[in-house]
């Protein structure tokens, strides 16, 4: 039989853990660069310089503020530069010392407590947190080194604010605060800390530490917490963040919210019970079926929970605190603002330790009464053992890991297998990937993809006829598609064609981390730009010779608009309406111009002119309504829309962007309507049933 007691004594248990992690963690350290580390971290040239302004002023991704991961990844390039073995080093070592820190943290939890049994608690607790498999995701993944250092960083500030406050020395609740500074720059997923210290704290003795004191160390943590909230809530939506997903993850419906985020704990509670398969994503739908029944279950079995722990928290406080800490340390997670990512293995890190602390207490019993116990016990560690070691080879490169994906779930879209064989230069492979997905859910990714292989080898115009498939597919918001074909007809000589796409892929509002599409495009658009305005100097010459001539000017503002030369389009489109303001085609005109520059407010005063003349322009309407919807005013995009649809009952763009409004504003049976109404005008056009059925698909 394991002598525990033994194991327990001194510090062999924590080095006993730690042991056992590294080894079972130590064939991670040969996997290379996998998933967003190739987007974000790989080409970056930021990260290969130690820029301390840089990296604390500024989003060094261009998508996150979170200057003490980035600073770890400076360091880590300065020793290693772009070798994945020392990035995996760094991860391993962070995540090992966060065990040591751990264990400390839960002894202290144990002992304010009155668990008298202390080192079972913080053993168990620390074991099933160290050798868990949801955590093989936050270890192998280079670029979750937020959840890493947020955690570590988190358990460091407890303990100091903790030991600060029982031995009154205001310097370490000083310290505690500034370590938990560094948290939640590190990963907002740790802005729950205040709660729970509050909890804690009440357990403190008043002898020790009076009411008053307690209050002013919570202030200064709750103050820390809103400050650092507030910047990553403006940083999420100034970068597209919270809504670039928002076609596969619902809508602003706060009760669809609710749904979700009522049922969400049960996703990790299930994964923390049976860890297998584990998957990089998860084909998790909140909101399909019987959605509101199993989320009436959930609610009932939540509060359920919460009042056992409350009616037990005198005879069992460590369960209590446990469970206290899971359903606090969740709420970041819950996704009520909808994220590209609903559930994921590394946002469960931290909601693990409260599961732990809930398994420890009643392991501390068993284990110490009956030897079948312990040996089963072990015997679960054991099997975890082996599920981390095989999970850690899925994360060796892209076809590893997302051929895990599909093998855990084979109906997931193999779009990333796909992408993973093509950046491996395995075309054919990637290509019957992505053709076998296309039949299945009509992804534009296989004709995108097509085309590059035919542009690789000289074949353009084939190429450009399967990018036009690709965006009828997808959408027009694809930039890097734009990207493509716009190359492709630059390579063809039809320049005009080209910088027209240039333009578009500079001017869609999608994410483009760090801006690499649209710095491509920009490139291209000025070197054809410099070939096309050779032909400009006799219209800009009319028009300056002549300025009292409207149709000079109005020719050369379309001709610079054309060129994408909004800015100085603007000032001849002014020129022109101010020697004829009843030209509804320069006020519409105009409206597209200051769109292009996503002046929505002014866009729309442009095409409301452009109506006075001519009421008869759906475009316009239609026009206007998007600026509207951009600027959140989604009744008047409704007005517009209408007005669009009722001057052309068959307008599939007016009836479209109706679904999308109702969509964003939460309305699902009026957005269903306007969306099927759509898919019946779309009739054959490949493209835009797909555009429409995006959307029908979430709301299924």
């Given at each position: 039989m394991v002598n525990w007691t033994e194991l327990l004594k001194s510090r062999k248990g924590i080095l006993f853990i730690v042991i056992c992690t590294a080894v079972v963690y130590i064939n991670s350290l040969s996997n290379g660069f996998v998933w967003d580390d190739n987007v974000l971290l790989v080409p970056n040239e930021a990260y290969k310089k130690l820029d301390f302004g840089r990296i604390f002023f500024t989003k060094v991704n261009s998508l996150e503020y979170l200057p003490f991961r980035d600073l770890s990844y400076v360091i880590d390039y300065q020793i290693w530069g772009m070798n994945p073995f020392g990035f995996h080093l760094t991860n391993l070592l962070l995540y090992l010392i966060?065990?040591?820190?751990?264990?400390?943290?839960?002894?202290?939890?144990?002992?304010?407590?009155?668990?008298?049994?202390?080192?079972?608690?913080?053993?168990?607790?620390?074991?099933?947190?160290?050798?868990?498999?949801?955590?093989?995701?936050?270890?192998?993944?280079?670029?979750?080194?937020?959840?890493?250092?947020?955690?570590?960083?988190?358990?460091?500030?407890?303990?100091?604010?903790?030991?600060?406050?029982?031995?009154?020395?205001?310097?370490?609740?000083?310290?505690?605060?500034i370590i938990f500074v560094m948290a939640v720059f590190s990963k907002a997923i740790v802005i729950f800390f205040p709660l729970f210290l509050a909890l804690i704290l009440f357990l403190v003795p008043a002898t020790i530490a009076s009411w008053r004191k307690k209050a002013l160390v919570l202030l200064v943590f709750l103050g820390i917490d809103i400050f650092a909230m507030s910047i990553h809530y403006f940083n999420a939506f100034s970068t597209g963040v919270m809504d670039v997903g928002f076609i596969m993850y619902g809508n602003d419906n706060w009760w669809i919210r609710i749904a979700k985020a009522l049922q969400?704990?049960?996703?990790?509670?299930?994964?923390?019970?049976?860890?297998?398969?584990?998957?990089?994503?998860?084909?998790?739908?909140?909101?399909?079926?019987?959605?509101?029944?199993?989320?009436?279950?959930?609610?009932?079995?939540?509060?359920?929970?919460?009042?056992?722990?409350?009616?037990?928290?005198?005879?069992?406080?460590?369960?209590?605190?446990?469970?206290?800490?899971?359903?606090?340390?969740?709420?970041?997670v819950l996704n009520v603002f909808s994220t590209a990512t609903a559930v994921a293995d590394r946002y469960a890190y931290l909601p693990i330790l409260g599961l732990s602390l809930l398994s420890a207490y009643p392991l501390k019993i068993i284990v110490s009464r009956n030897r079948v116990f312990s040996y089963l016990?072990?015997?679960?560690?054991?099997?975890?053992?082996?599920?981390?070691?095989?999970?850690?080879?899925?994360?060796?490169?892209?076809?590893?890991?997302?051929?895990?994906?599909?093998?855990?779930?084979?109906?997931m879209s193999r779009v990333n297998l796909g992408l993973a064989f093509w950046d491996e230069g395995q075309f054919e492979e990637a290509?019957?990937?992505?053709?076998?997905?296309?039949?299945?859910?009509?992804?534009?990714?296989?004709?995108?993809?097509?085309?590059?292989?035919?542009?690789?080898?000289g074949r353009y115009s084939e190429a450009i006829a399967h990018y036009k498939e690709a965006l009828a597919r997808g959408g027009s918001a694809l930039k890097e598609v734009h990207l493509d074909?716009?190359?492709?007809?630059?390579?063809?000589?039809?320049?005009?064609?080209?910088?027209?796409?240039?333009?578009?892929?500079?001017?869609?509002?999608?994410?483009?981390?760090?801006?690499?599409?649209?710095?491509?495009?920009?490139e291209g658009a000025s070197r054809v730009r410099g070939r096309l305005m050779q032909g400009l100097e006799e219209a800009r010459n009319q028009a300056l010779n002549d300025p009292l001539n409207f149709k000079y000017q109005a020719n050369l503002a379309l001709s610079l608009h054309r060129l994408g030369l909004y800015e100085e389009a603007e000032k001849f489109y002014d020129r022109a309406l101010k020697l004829n303001q009843t030209s509804w085609e320069v006020w519409y005109n105009l409206g597209i111009a200051r769109m292009k520059q996503r002046r929505h407010a002014e866009a729309i005063q442009s095409?409301?002119?452009?109506?006075?003349?001519?009421?008869?322009?759906?475009?316009?309407?239609?026009?206007a309504g998007t600026c509207y919807m951009s600027l959140r005013n989604y009744s008047q995009a409704i007005k517009c829309y209408e007005r669009a649809l009722a001057l052309d009952p068959n307008f599939f763009y007016a009836s479209f962007n109706l679904g999308r409004v109702y969509f964003n504003a939460g309305n699902r049976e009026m957005?269903?309507?306007?969306?099927l109404a759509a898919r019946a005008l779309a009739g054959e056009n490949s493209g835009m049933p797909a555009m429409v059925n995006q959307y029908l698909k979430e709301l299924n």
């Open positions: 966060t065990l040591f820190v751990l264990f400390n943290m839960v002894k202290n939890i144990a002992i304010l407590s009155g668990e008298k049994e202390w080192e079972f608690i913080a053993f168990w607790a620390t074991v099933i947190f160290a050798l868990h498999p949801l955590h093989t995701e936050v270890v192998n993944f280079i670029h979750g080194r937020n959840t890493l250092l947020a955690a570590l960083f988190l358990f460091l500030s407890f303990n100091l604010c903790l030991e600060g406050i029982q031995k009154q020395k205001n310097i370490l609740v000083l310290l505690s605060a969400n704990p049960f996703f990790y509670v299930k994964t923390y019970l049976l860890p297998y398969p584990l998957s990089v994503e998860y084909q998790v739908s909140f909101v399909s079926g019987a959605f509101v029944f199993r989320s009436i279950l959930a609610g009932i079995a939540l509060t359920a929970a919460l009042c056992l722990a409350w009616f037990w928290r005198k005879r069992h406080l460590i369960p209590a605190i446990g469970a206290a800490w899971f359903f606090i340390s969740v709420v970041p016990a072990l015997g679960i560690i054991l099997a975890w053992c082996f599920i981390d070691f095989n999970r850690n080879m899925d994360w060796r490169s892209e076809v590893t890991l997302w051929k895990s994906a599909v093998s855990a779930n084979p109906n290509l019957a990937c992505l053709k076998k997905e296309k039949e299945i859910s009509g992804t534009f990714r296989y004709d995108q993809y097509q085309g590059r292989y035919l542009f690789k080898s074909i716009a190359m492709a007809y630059e390579k063809e000589g039809m320049d005009m064609q080209a910088l027209e796409e240039y333009l578009k892929a500079i001017e869609t509002d999608s994410l483009d981390m760090l801006e690499k599409y649209s710095r491509q495009a920009r095409f409301e002119k452009s109506l006075l003349m001519n009421p008869g322009n759906k475009d316009a309407f239609n026009n957005s269903r309507k306007y969306f």
